[in-house]
């Protein structure tokens, strides 16, 4: 490697970057890693995600070439790491993907010769070190390595479609490939084949894949049948890590500057010598990769939960803060490996920087829900472990263990150190079975929803090629209603030239004034009618839809009448729905900057629904909202709404509106024009937000907003549902009316119905605890006579009869009061409450090391009963259905206990 080249991880990735742009490419910043508008995958795992409609042929761009250094997320489905991160020095979660693209302009040569001056011209890496693989027969890729790059035939490899033909997954854009690896040297093989080689694809250490050219020319279907794209393309990868690796002579992706500072952290949060950090290298780089994991998933929206994405970063985190536990961190510390991150990576990604405080909060806040949790863990095994040893047992059952790790986090390390000091082993053929289980549930969660490659886009495309450049004149913004005229049917996905009564058609206009669903707010729906001054027919809009760029489709069923393509039509948008939808609308981005100026600038919008009856917004805040936070809000939004602000909306440049301080929204996708709707005086409002939705002229349109509910959608996120204009005037209406009937039953005056009612509370609560009181004296009564129905099993005390307790509490009380009488024995009491029977056991700690298990004694009487139920060795409770054959499970009882006995 040449010293005068790039040697650090930054300068390595903007090198990358200026080559390319030098070189006609638009520098195209990183998309989310949550996929925009794509709901075919958890994350991106690839550069060409974001472009994936673009090598479709359904979305246009203003460039050709573009160059990305694209953030990725790899953990499920086919791309699956997470497994191999720590005991692997290459794989990894997070990883950043550069790439060139090319959209219809150049392709295999040109991609060939970018590679192979990148590497060594840019970088300086020896042409010598790198091989070449092409697809089995691409003779143009072969024959620009050997007759123009100059690479001897002995260093191109012609491989088969495992290696050299890519695809994203199942479906969509895929290719023929040609591979660079980079040769190590021979005394890094660890094959210990003579014959040594990329050819083999072995796995030997010797070989490292650094770039993969892709020469998109597919889109395969579900079905495997592949077309070609409307435009071949160039998409090619590679891995910074893997580069900068080569470039550091590092062979660990751990012992580069992307890794280095993140563990060096670490080891001084444990004041660790290099000899004890080289001993746990695992956990190290397990943490410094989930680090970097979970502070760009959580810069990017995502908040830990129980599923799809929001589990992915829950289970990734929870790793990480495991592996520190065996390290030896007792408190949070997460946070402070995640600055590092911040701190290294900031100004590449500068989102993780503007949201630093909000990043560090959020993994502190769930390291702290974890290590409660892993103490819960630690008190269930302790207690299951006792149980095991009381039925004689040295096992610890695999499901079990595995469910304290899945649903507590407790390690299988810890799990495992403690069967030891109790003397037990654990099943690990059950934990395995469970533990595969659990995969094949994170796979089926990689199935994301509905897969979108595999529609049929052809009645659509072909339909957009008859069309003017750009497609369907959208015009929402300037009216309701437009004249136009009908230029597309689609019966059952196919063109058709007229449609008739009854059916369900979807409907393409010359021009549209109906608003597509978008950023949460709702499609329009209204009526398409004949252009003329007695409409012969009219077709009923339920919905809009655009399946690909530049085509709007009115989905809807003819009223009336018979269409024909190219028929003058009147297009009307239900006026009153869309002024209900624009009220909520305009109320969602008032809501969202007073939570900001209440709350604090941490909030950000993580999702939302704009829909004519009500308005749901959810935003990143770690607690519960108070009840004076939420009349604060309530009011604020009310005020702003009766001071009549005027709402504007303008085009201008993305990173212009940025600039200026108009927020922008993760889940979206922006083109370089965007609309800014501003709230308050022109150019100085104090709501600015990327908007393409409809809104008000001025707030005081919105009549009045009344939140309805608050509560969380996850861990370091809630909603907010709320109503405006009509349906909030309904609600309180309805409210008021409820309140003066209630009112009116209790003979008070309306303004004192709070005080009657809390005073009627405190008079039922003292009734309450006087009922609980006479239920125990009568109990106790009753106990003293049910002693004299005790009979003894092979010199067992059992008692199992039927009482009038009222509920299990009481029962289970009377259980107290049997074994502090006799001191030793076994008592089932069964009741019927709500009309059903039930049951508490409880056996008394003697008996219980003789064999005797309440759990299991209750559970075969409640059987009798068509019930179930269990609980400890001393202590459980069940139910059942059958009233009638309570008596007879209550006699099988001695029988039972003589059984455990044996």
Request: net charge negative; hydrophobic share 40%; charged share 25%.
């Amino acid at each position: 490697m040449k010293p005068d080249r790039p040697q650090t991880a930054v300068d390595i990735r903007q090198a990358f970057l200026d080559y390319f742009e030098e070189h006609g490419h638009t520098h195209v910043p990183s998309s989310p890693l949550v996929p925009i508008g794509d709901n075919t995958l958890l994350f991106v795992n690839a550069g060409m995600v974001q472009f994936k409609d673009t090598f479709l042929g359904v979305e246009k761009r203003p460039y050709a070439r573009a160059t990305t250094s694209q953030k990725c997320m790899r953990v499920s489905g086919k791309h699956n790491d997470l497994e191999e991160v720590g005991p692997s020095p290459r794989h990894h979660t997070f990883f950043e993907m550069l790439g060139n693209f090319s959209f219809g302009d150049y392709f295999k040569r040109d991609a060939i010769h970018f590679a192979w001056n990148c590497l060594t011209g840019v970088y300086g890496i020896a042409g010598e070190r790198l091989v070449a693989t092409v697809y089995r027969d691409d003779d143009d890729a072969y024959g620009v390595w050997r007759d123009e790059i100059g690479l001897p035939a002995e260093r191109i490899m012609r491989m088969g479609e495992k290696t050299n033909f890519w695809s994203m997954g199942d479906t969509g854009p895929c290719g023929p490939t040609s591979e660079l690896h980079y040769d190590w040297g021979e005394e890094f093989c660890t094959c210990g084949r003579p014959d040594c080689s990329v050819f083999l694809d072995n796995g030997c250490e010797r070989w490292l894949e650094v770039w993969n050219l892709v020469f998109m020319q597919y889109n395969q279907a579900a079905d495997g049948t592949r077309t070609l794209l409307p435009q071949p393309g160039v998409d090619t990868g590679m891995g910074l890590e893997r580069l900068v690796s080569v470039i550091q002579g590092a062979r660990a992706n751990y012992d580069t500057d992307l890794f280095r500072p993140i563990m060096e952290r670490v080891q001084l949060l444990l004041d660790h010598s290099d000899a004890e950090r080289d001993a746990q290298i695992i956990a190290y780089r397990v943490i410094a990769d989930h680090a970097r994991a979970i502070t760009f998933l959580i810069g990017d929206g995502v908040l830990p939960g129980n599923e799809g994405r929001n589990y992915i970063l829950r289970l990734v985190l929870r790793r990480a803060a495991r592996y520190g536990k065996l390290l030896g961190f007792d408190e949070p510390f997460l946070a402070e490996v995640a600055q590092v991150v911040i701190e290294t990576m900031g100004h590449a990604y500068p989102e993780i920087r503007d949201r630093s405080d909000f990043i560090l909060n959020t993994i502190n806040h769930e390291e702290e829900r974890f290590l409660r949790t892993l103490d819960i863990g630690l008190a269930m095994l302790e207690e299951r472990v006792a149980e095991l040893k009381a039925e004689g047992r040295r096992e610890l059952p695999g499901d079990e263990v595995f469910r304290l790790w899945d649903t507590y986090g407790f390690p299988l390390d810890l799990t495992r150190d403690l069967a030891v000091e109790h003397g037990m082993t654990i099943d690990m053929a059950g934990y395995r079975q469970a533990l595969e289980e659990q995969r094949q549930r994170a796979r089926a969660a990689a199935q994301f929803g509905a897969t979108t490659e595999g529609r049929d886009l052809s009645a659509y495309l072909a339909l957009l090629e008859q069309l003017p450049d750009g497609g369907v004149d959208y015009v929402y913004l300037a009216d309701t209603k437009a004249h136009t005229r009908v230029v597309g049917l689609i019966l059952a996905g196919k063109l058709t030239d007229h449609v008739s009564y009854g059916q369900e058609v979807e409907v393409v206009l010359a021009a549209t004034p109906f608003y597509v669903e978008s950023g949460g707010q709702v499609s329009d729906t209204g009526v398409i009618v004949e252009d003329a001054e007695q409409p012969g027919w009219q077709i009923d809009v339920s919905d809009t839809r655009r399946p690909v760029a530049g085509i709007i489709v009115h989905r809807g069923v003819v009223a009336r009448g018979e269409i024909r393509l190219g028929a003058a039509a009147l297009a009307k948008v239900d006026m009153e729905r869309r002024m209900d939808i624009q009220r909520n609308h305009t109320a969602t981005h008032i809501l969202h900057s007073e939570l900001r100026y209440i709350l604090g600038k941490h909030v950000r919008q993580a999702g939302s629904l704009v829909a004519p009856d009500r308005l749901r917004f959810d935003f990143t805040h770690p607690t519960m909202l108070t009840d004076d936070e939420l009349r604060g809000v309530e009011q604020a939004v009310n005020d702003a709404v009766f001071a009549n602000y005027p709402v504007s909306w303008r085009w201008t440049n993305y990173k212009a509106a940025l600039a200026e301080g108009a927020m922008a929204l993760f889940s979206e996708k922006y083109g370089d024009e965007v609309r800014v709707v501003e709230i308050g005086p022109r150019g100085n409002g104090w709501s600015k937000e990327l908007c393409g939705g409809t809104h008000v002229d001025s707030t005081s349109e919105i009549g009045i907003f009344r939140i309805v509910s608050e509560g969380s959608v996850g861990s370091g996120a809630r909603r907010i549902e709320a109503l405006t204009g009509r349906k909030a005037q309904e609600l309180m209406s309805e409210r008021l009316d409820t309140m003066q009937r209630a009112a009116s039953f209790l003979g008070v005056p309306e303004a004192e119905l709070d005080r009657k009612v809390l005073a009627l509370m405190d008079q039922m609560s003292g009734q309450q605890k006087e009922i609980t009181r006479l239920r125990e004296d009568l109990a106790r009564l009753e106990f003293e006579g049910l002693l004299e129905r005790v009979v003894e099993v092979q010199g067992v005390d059992v008692l199992a009869v039927q009482v009038a307790a009222a509920d299990n509490n009481v029962m289970r009380q009377m259980t107290d009061w049997f074994r502090d009488q006799l001191g030793s024995g076994v008592v089932v009491l069964g009741a019927a409450i709500n009309g059903k029977p039930a049951f508490v056991a409880a056996v008394t700690d003697d008996l219980v090391k003789r064999g005797l298990h309440a759990g299991k004694l209750v559970q075969a009487v409640a059987k009798m009963v068509g019930g179930g139920g269990g609980g400890r060795p001393n202590l459980a409770q069940a139910g059942g259905t059958d009233l009638n054959g309570m008596r007879d499970a209550l006699a099988a009882v001695p029988e039972l206990v003589a059984e455990q006995l044996k």
